[in-house]
């Protein structure tokens, strides 16, 4: 990618938003439909509605039914897929570059002019208590769930899923009302990159969307988590650890700085968590940890399997390397974290799926879109002394922390677990 690649933007009048990044070395186009209809917006009695919406949208729209619609995604050679975030739903997918009208023109009707065939509910109940049941038995996918809503409350830190429950009882009302209501123009964006007409993209857009009513989107109420340590019981012989602390947002100035410092902590083998916790003292089977960004927060999550007679040992031994990292890092951590991260740019440059997922990420947490070159500058700008800056301002601290297996761990001594609310 140049210096000149451009980038385009188009705000309808309904607020819908089009980004668009020509890959003309592709012969695939992919695109990235995100409605606001997350499951932030769901009622506290039917959690999981958010989910099974998006199940049941995808049973037929506009002229299709359930089995044309499939057919038709097949005829056009579509790669698609479709999933629910806290903030959104989104649906996706990559295709020749020929097939990109038609694409859109199928989840225009998705978004638009669902069918909601109420013979096909229970199925889509099914499908998405299978997830939830899934979801039970991934224990690592558990402690992220439950780490995330100790550090953000609620609803920020819903689970996507729902619960059991909520998802048996949720009619077909319920799933109508929520896409009258959500299922909206305005905070909607639509990304595409690959190989496209810009003229042309635009003008297939405002035909397939431009007279898409607006509707206001409801305010949110936050209830902080009522404690900062949970243990789920699990009769097992190993014990899942997940640690999180508080982090900038993506939006924020410092998120590179907090990305580079995460990075040496975990990013490859050769990374402090590896070699501390798995390598010298072989604590632990899997550990690692991550960067996490809402619009208008962050955490880092870190994750740690292990042996239940070596749990405790573990937590310490993570607490501690949280604690060391707030001391700085080295030139040569940062040498290799650097070539990893470029790799990874190097690597968006070969997937227009990739890179249609970034630039709609880019535009909800920034109101902009970073090029591939301006990452690259940013990365290379990031130093050590501009990472060690960042540490001695933000040290890791607040920790919350959850536990997976028979037995509850304690917090090491003179850690203090973050306050509540």
């Given at each position: 990618?140049?210096?000149?690649?451009?980038?385009?933007?188009?705000?309808?009048?309904?607020?819908?938003?089009?980004?668009a990044e020509p890959?003309?070395?592709?012969?695939?186009?992919?695109?990235?439909?995100?409605?606001?209809?997350?499951?932030?917006?769901?009622?506290?009695?039917?959690?999981?509605?958010?989910?099974?919406?998006?199940?049941?949208?995808?049973?037929?729209?506009?002229?299709?039914?359930?089995?044309?619609?499939?057919?038709?995604?097949?005829?056009?050679?579509?790669?698609?897929?479709?999933?629910?975030?806290?903030?959104?739903?989104?649906?996706?997918?990559?295709?020749?570059?020929?097939?990109?009208?038609?694409?859109?023109?199928?989840?225009?009707?998705?978004?638009?002019?669902?069918?909601?065939?109420?013979?096909?509910?229970?199925?889509?109940?099914?499908?998405?208590?299978?997830?939830?049941h899934a979801l039970?038995?991934?224990?690592?996918?558990?402690?992220?769930?439950?780490?995330?809503?100790?550090?953000?409350?609620?609803?920020?830190?819903?689970?996507?899923?729902?619960?059991?429950?909520?998802?048996?009882?949720?009619?077909?009302?319920?799933?109508?009302?929520?896409?009258?209501?959500m299922y909206r123009?305005?905070?909607?964006?639509?990304?595409?990159?690959?190989?496209?007409?810009?003229?042309?993209?635009?003008?297939?857009?405002?035909?397939?969307?431009?007279?898409?009513?607006?509707?206001?989107?409801?305010?949110?109420?936050?209830?902080?988590?009522?404690?900062?340590?949970?243990?789920?019981?699990?009769?097992?012989?190993?014990?899942?650890?997940?640690?999180?602390?508080?982090?900038?947002?993506?939006?924020?100035?410092?998120?590179?700085?907090?990305?580079?410092?995460?990075?040496?902590?975990?990013?490859?083998?050769?990374?402090?968590?590896?070699?501390?916790?798995?390598?010298?003292?072989?604590?632990?089977?899997?550990?690692?940890?991550?960067?996490?960004?809402?619009?208008?927060?962050?955490?880092?999550?870190?994750?740690?399997?292990?042996?239940?007679?070596?749990?405790?040992?573990?937590?310490?031994?993570?607490?501690?390397?949280?604690?060391?990292?707030?001391?700085?890092?080295?030139?040569?951590?940062?040498?290799?974290?650097?070539?990893?991260?470029?790799?990874?740019?190097?690597?968006?440059?070969?997937?227009?799926?990739?890179?249609?997922?970034?630039?709609?990420?880019?535009?909800?947490?920034?109101?902009?879109?970073?090029?591939?070159?301006?990452?690259?500058?940013?990365?290379?700008?990031?130093?050590?002394?501009?990472?060690?800056?960042?540490?001695?301002?933000?040290?890791?601290?607040?920790?919350?922390?959850?536990?997976?297996?028979?037995?509850?761990?304690?917090?090491?001594?003179?850690?203090?677990?973050?306050?509540?609310?």
């Amino acid at each position: 990618m140049t210096e000149n690649q451009p980038i385009y933007v188009e705000r309808f009048e309904n607020d819908l938003v089009l980004l668009a990044e020509p890959m003309d070395w592709l012969e695939s186009a992919a695109f990235a439909l995100l409605v606001p209809a997350g499951c932030n917006y769901e009622s506290p009695d039917a959690l999981g509605l958010a989910n099974l919406t998006c199940e049941m949208v995808q049973r037929g729209c506009g002229p299709r039914d359930s089995r044309q619609f499939i057919s038709d995604l097949e005829l056009l050679g579509a790669d698609a897929s479709a999933s629910v975030s806290n903030a959104h739903t989104s649906f996706g997918g990559a295709v020749p570059a020929e097939s990109l009208e038609g694409a859109l023109s199928i989840y225009a009707d998705v978004v638009r002019r669902p069918h909601l065939p109420e013979d096909q509910l229970e199925d889509a109940r099914l499908g998405c208590l299978q997830e939830i049941h899934a979801l039970e038995d991934d224990l690592p996918q558990r402690v992220f769930e439950q780490l995330r809503q100790l550090r953000y409350g609620d609803p920020f830190g819903r689970s996507t899923c729902g619960q059991r429950p909520s998802v048996q009882r949720i009619g077909l009302a319920a799933i109508q009302e929520f896409v009258t209501q959500m299922y909206r123009p305005n905070g909607a964006i639509l990304s595409v990159a690959g190989k496209l007409d810009w003229p042309r993209l635009r003008q297939h857009v405002a035909r397939l969307f431009a007279d898409w009513q607006p509707r206001r989107l409801p305010a949110l109420v936050e209830t902080p988590a009522e404690t900062a340590c949970r243990h789920v019981p699990v009769d097992s012989s190993q014990t899942h650890i997940g640690i999180g602390f508080p982090s900038v947002p993506y939006s924020h100035p410092d998120y590179f700085q907090a990305r580079g410092a995460v990075g040496v902590l975990s990013d490859g083998t050769s990374s402090r968590l590896f070699t501390q916790v798995r390598e010298v003292r072989g604590l632990a089977y899997a550990v690692y940890a991550a960067c996490h960004s809402l619009r208008d927060r962050g955490s880092v999550f870190c994750y740690a399997g292990t042996v239940n007679e070596r749990a405790q040992e573990t937590l310490e031994v993570l607490i501690a390397e949280f604690q060391n990292l707030a001391r700085g890092i080295q030139p040569d951590e940062l040498l290799r974290l650097k070539a990893k991260l470029k790799s990874g740019l190097v690597m968006q440059q070969e997937s227009s799926s990739s890179r249609s997922g970034s630039i709609a990420a880019d535009w909800y947490h920034l109101g902009r879109i970073y090029s591939l070159d301006e990452l690259g500058r940013i990365i290379d700008q990031v130093t050590c002394t501009s990472i060690n800056r960042y540490l001695a301002e933000h040290p890791p601290s607040d920790f919350v922390l959850v536990t997976l297996g028979p037995q509850a761990l304690e917090m090491p001594l003179g850690v203090s677990p973050a306050h509540p609310g």
